[in-house]
């Protein structure tokens, strides 16, 4: 397991592991406020995902949107899910960032999906492993990251929380659809790395060895679930987790609807991202220039924000203080004191010039010195 797909969730860890103070009831309010956040972040994350053309970027983007789920779960009191929802995706997401980097390491480092495409012509290997770390990711059955993420929105429902619920739903959706539109983009469609000069090749050998056991535990991970549930229950009362009479009636119906907008997802991104043809890049090309798109693009413009109104007032205030607290007080102060220093060292030094005489010069001065000091401490006294 790599830093990307385990070490960024110890913020969820670290919920989980304070379970007692959230489970108080003084203090229900803040845990839904983590619940309500982590909804937003899985999905503001995965609807930047939508555009990115940056491989590396959609990954991340994907991390943190999973990191939302997370969140939601553990904000709700479904600490065992959010738990179980963090293994499980350290599986398929070490092998989505392992398959990336094959990719990357393939095209040179180049990373934009449009100057890609049919790369599973030449990289079958990583092309079923991307293949089966998206179908994942999309929450798809039987693969892990159904089970555990259907439990999260199943969850947000069971807790009345139907706005939650209602987003997480939809961010699924998003999810199959950014999954499946990268690997669309990359091994599918028409050839357009050749053109530009990239002649990728597949990984050596031995990489996708070592990463087959990734690809296995995101198939099987999910199977275990009830396993897991059994193993957690034995730490103690503040991390179980049941679903009430209701939910459990409508399990199969609210599995089926994040099945229907998952797999309508991965459709629209077959539709739109894995036939050859101009037709289809014309009608990608016009979605490029609408205002949503450009929204998404640009990170609904919170970095474009940052920069307006925190980093160029941030910088400005800087170089004034620079130029006037810096440069005229801190830096004239210092530059001063070495220059008094070295001026009197320069006059003092006229003291040591080796010539005997004159170090008898300044032992007759100092005798004299002596003398009028002991004659006024006389007078004084």
């Not at 110890?10 to 839904?32: D, K, T």
């Not at 987003?167 to 790395?193: C, P």
């Amino acid at each position: 397991l790599i830093h990307a797909a385990t070490m960024v969730t110890a913020g969820v860890f670290l919920v989980i592991r304070a379970n007692p103070l959230y489970s108080m009831e003084e203090v229900a309010g803040v845990s839904f406020f983590i619940a309500s956040l982590g909804t937003f972040v899985a999905f503001y994350a995965a609807s930047m995902a939508l555009v990115e053309r940056d491989l590396k970027r959609i990954i991340a983007y994907s991390t943190l949107s999973q990191l939302g789920y997370m969140f939601a779960a553990a904000g709700l009191g479904a600490y065992w899910i959010a738990l179980f929802h963090l293994a499980a995706h350290a599986f398929f997401k070490a092998l989505l960032f392992l398959g990336g980097g094959n990719v990357m390491h393939a095209m040179h480092d180049e990373l934009d999906l449009f100057k890609m495409g049919d790369l599973r012509k030449k990289m079958r290997g990583t092309w079923i492993y991307l293949t089966i770390a998206s179908i994942a990711l999309a929450g798809l059955p039987p693969l892990a990251g159904f089970w555990s993420k259907d439990a999260i929105i199943e969850t947000a429902f069971n807790e009345h929380t139907y706005i939650l619920w209602g987003m997480l739903v939809i961010t699924a959706g998003m999810t199959a659809f950014y999954s499946f539109r990268q690997v669309f983009l990359s091994f599918h469609g028409e050839d357009r790395h050749t053109p530009l000069g990239f002649h990728p090749h597949e990984m050596y050998k031995f990489v996708l060895v070592a990463m087959s056991p990734l690809a296995v535990l995101a198939v099987i991970t999910g199977w275990f679930m009830g396993s897991y549930k059994a193993f957690i229950y034995k730490i103690g009362e503040t991390v179980q987790y049941e679903m009430s009479d209701h939910t459990h009636h409508l399990a199969t119906y609210l599995g089926l609807i994040v099945i229907f907008f998952a797999l309508s997802g991965i459709a629209l991104a077959y539709y739109k991202y894995a036939r050859t043809g101009e037709n289809a890049w014309k009608r990608s090309e016009k979605v490029e220039n609408g205002f949503f798109y450009k929204l998404l693009a640009n990170q609904y413009y919170v970095p474009k924000f940052y920069e307006e109104f925190i980093t160029k007032p941030y910088m400005m205030i800087s170089e004034k203080f620079w130029t006037e607290v810096d440069l005229k007080i801190v830096d004239a102060t210092v530059d001063n004191i070495a220059k008094f220093l070295y001026g009197s060292g320069d006059k003092t030094r006229s003291m040591q010039t080796g010539n005997l005489s004159n170090y008898l010069n300044w032992m007759a001065v100092g005798a004299v010195l002596l003398l009028v000091i002991a004659a006024i401490s006389a007078m004084i006294g």
